[in-house]
């Protein structure tokens, strides 16, 4: 018997603990906020436990709420609304790196379709076209790791100046990234047309 009525004196006193950081501070009181009355703290005992008891129902939610971030981030993405952006697309410095590899032309882009034309040239079972294949695909495999250093270099010189003292690292490879995929599949999708200063 006095040891339950220890067990409720210590859980009303965890209570009490939790209850002061998130109600608002009276001055006048002691303890920073008026006692509760006893019905009033056990409703709220009773109210703050919002996890069903039944597992499948539990789970339920858990789905709801994955699906409806899921498409919260799918329309951010194609609206380019940054609260509900993924984490590896939010913030000015990853914006920043959006906008300028978005504002200008990269022969990188063009990579992919290069590649599927330079592939069905190899398959012909013509020597000169295959021999042809092979040449176009050094050339332009070089041209674009000249690219990505050419606008690399460009991204980490813009970092320098405009976020000195930021944390900027990971920011260049996300550009590079972002310039092997065709401007109308980018996403999020490009903010500035080409030509733009970010």
Not at 53 to 62: C, G, I, L, V
Not at 119 to 136: G, M, R
Not at 169 to 197: F, N, S, T, W
Request: charged share 35%; no cysteine; net charge positive.
């Amino acid at each position: 018997m006095f040891r339950r009525r220890s067990d409720d004196a210590a859980a009303s006193t965890v209570l009490e603990k939790q209850d002061e950081t998130t109600l608002p501070r009276d001055p006048q009181a002691k303890k920073g906020r008026p006692t509760p009355k006893r019905s009033e703290a056990e409703a709220h005992r009773r109210t703050r436990v919002t996890v069903p008891k039944d597992r499948k129902e539990a789970s339920r939610q858990a789905r709801e709420r994955m699906r409806s971030e899921r498409e919260k981030q799918r329309t951010a993405l194609l609206e380019g609304d940054e609260r509900h952006l993924p984490a590896r697309d939010k913030g000015p410095v990853r914006k920043f790196a959006r906008d300028y590899v978005d504002a200008r032309w990269s022969l990188a882009e063009f990579f992919l379709p290069a590649a599927v034309v330079i592939l069905v040239l190899s398959i012909v079972k013509v020597p000169a076209l295959q021999l042809l294949s092979t040449v176009l695909f050094l050339l332009f495999f070089v041209l674009v790791i000249l690219d990505f250093v050419r606008l690399g270099l460009g991204l980490r010189k813009q970092f320098a100046t405009r976020f000195a003292g930021q944390n900027t690292r990971g920011a260049v490879a996300y550009g590079l990234m972002r310039i092997l995929q065709m401007r109308r599949l980018r996403l999020p999708k490009p903010q500035v047309r080409r030509g733009e200063k970010p």
